[in-house]
């Protein structure tokens, strides 16, 4: 029927009607009527996905975290409908890729601990098991280094720091962050890699005099930190997507972007499609924002 509306001005429209094989009856009721109710409501979630990718950092939903947000905002709709209503308005989530630069020295001679995770992730409770790394960002000034420690039961970053140098005390600093935010009991698990700011005495010391335990990696093997690792992806693809000017421009957007956005509104799979926030909150358990 579209067709034979493209083509009305070059061909009588019975003769393309003869061509389609519909009768011209079919055709003047089909032109005469209005939009479908299906049509009403992939309109309504079309506009919907383009008014949700205008809000920061949302641009990178696919259907499946696009859908649980627009079902938010009221409209019922299934994963399906938005990934087709999506492939139909040409619009694909951001899927930009960083190259990575590694942040990990571990040809050093400081004492390496046991991997005690072995990638199993599943935790029972908040304040059992945080992860940590250290992960580059480029600015015009040179590299700015971010360390954040993850809560693995509710993927909320409980503390993080930044600095121009990558040493043990950014990584202390921001220890020390999540201790006075988190004040976890003894025994909680801390993993990271088998950097030597993760290995250094000075790191080990804190970790010792807080009671808690040290976990590593085994070498070269980003995937026994897999969560960590996603943390610092989808922070490259939502917003360091530019060189920042200068160091304090780039904190102010990592500040920016988990204290306004991944904390409290990021929807995470793992998580029922919540935010850390929300499922810290749903779970009744204490929901603290760090600062940096």
């Not at 890729?97 to 199993?120: E, V």
């Not at 909320?156 to 720091?161: A, C, F, N, P, R």
Request: proline residues 3%; glycine residues 6%; contains cysteine.
């Amino acid at each position: 029927m579209k067709f034979i509306g493209e083509c009305r001005d070059r061909w009588p429209i019975a003769v393309l009607c003869r061509t389609l094989e519909v009768t011209r009856a079919a055709y003047y009721r089909f032109a005469g009527r209005g939009p479908t109710v299906t049509e009403i409501k992939q309109t309504q979630i079309i506009q919907a996905v383009k008014e949700i990718r205008l809000e920061k950092h949302h641009d990178a939903y696919g259907s499946p975290r696009m859908q649980r947000a627009i079902v938010k905002r009221g409209v019922v709709c299934c994963r399906n409908t938005v990934a087709k209503c999506m492939r139909h308005a040409g619009i694909q989530a951001n899927r930009r890729t960083k190259f990575r630069i590694s942040t990990t020295d571990s040809n050093h001679d400081q004492p390496i601990a046991s991997n005690l995770l072995g990638q199993n992730f599943t935790t029972e409770a908040i304040n059992r098991v945080w992860l940590t790394d250290i992960t580059y960002i480029p600015t015009q000034e040179g590299s700015t280094y971010l360390c954040a420690f993850v809560d693995l039961h509710s993927r909320k970053i409980v503390s993080w720091k930044t600095s121009r140098n990558m040493d043990s005390e950014l990584v202390v600093g921001a220890f020390d962050q999540a201790l006075t935010f988190r004040k976890p009991n003894a025994g909680l698990i801390v993993h990271s890699d088998r950097g030597s700011q993760f290995a250094s005495d000075h790191f080990r010391r804190r970790l010792a005099a807080s009671g808690l335990v040290q976990s590593m990696s085994r070498r070269g093997n980003c995937y026994d930190n897999a969560p960590m690792e996603s943390f610092f992806k989808s922070y490259k693809t939502e917003e360091a997507q530019q060189i920042y000017d200068t160091h304090e421009h780039a904190t102010r957007g990592v500040s920016d972007y988990i204290e306004r956005f991944y904390n409290p509104h990021r929807l995470h799979s793992s998580l029922g499609y919540l935010s850390p926030i929300d499922f810290e909150q749903a779970i009744k358990e204490p929901s603290l924002v760090s600062e940096s």
